[in-house]
């Protein structure tokens, strides 16, 4: 079976511009997660997304959205880049919302330049 | 807000030398995770710990949770090379899959 997939893997923007990264969960698991993680840190929460609807949020700006699709796999919208959002995206995916076992992507590698 | 701390944050290790890293966390939670992260690499589950008192191994790694204490230990053995890696614990407070991170441990084991 194949694992949590994003795309694309790498990506350069340029401050202003809008970058949308894109996730495919394990297949069944119904719950997608976004995370930030900056050079040297842990993974920070962005969203949850669980059957199509936003079940949580973490301290980001509104600059960042998300979405989820019919087939449970999910965007992450970032408009108005900054330099600051460079940094790598991980999508976590698991079968429910509640207190299960989450399993990473590869991540998307951003940088804003 | 939940709070997770590591220490150390960096560990320099002899091979064949024990170590434990240390995982507090501020907030009610029976559920941590702990993960490694190579260089560039995405995040590798390692152990999940369910409830008070688990207790879980596999090679050279055993992970612990104490939820009265708030406190979750991962003690290597006789280290190797191949542990070289930043560890993560990760603490899930009951909203789903918004896990909070500690900070990391960078391990660096030399020959």
């Known amino acids: 079976d194949a694992g949590v997939t994003q795309s694309p893997t790498h990506l350069i923007k340029t401050r202003g511009q809008q970058v949308t990264l894109r996730c495919s969960p394990i297949s069944g698991h119904k719950s997608v997660s976004w995370y930030q993680q900056v050079l040297g840190q842990g993974p920070q929460f962005i969203f949850q997304y669980y059957e199509k609807e936003e079940r949580g949020r973490g301290n980001f700006p509104d600059r960042f959205s998300a979405r989820q699709f019919p087939n449970y796999s999910s965007e992450l919208n970032v408009n108005a880049l900054l330099l600051g959002d460079s940094a790598l995206y991980l999508c976590a995916s698991s079968f429910d919302r509640g207190n299960t076992e989450a399993f990473f992507g590869q991540g998307t590698r951003l940088t804003v330049v | 807000e939940l709070k997770v701390e590591q220490n150390p944050l960096f560990l320099s290790m002899q091979e064949g030398k024990n170590y434990t890293i240390y995982c507090n966390y501020s907030t009610t939670s029976d559920r941590l995770y702990w993960y490694r992260q190579d260089p560039g690499k995405s995040l590798e589950s390692l152990f999940v710990l369910l409830s008070n008192g688990a207790v879980k191994q596999e090679g050279r790694l055993m992970a612990s949770l104490d939820t009265k204490a708030r406190l979750s230990t991962l003690h290597i053995t006789a280290a190797v090379h191949d542990l070289s890696a930043t560890y993560f614990c990760?603490?899930?407070w009951g909203r789903g899959s918004d896990m909070r991170f500690g900070a990391g441990t960078r391990l660096t084991v030399k020959p």
């Open positions: 990760a603490v899930d």
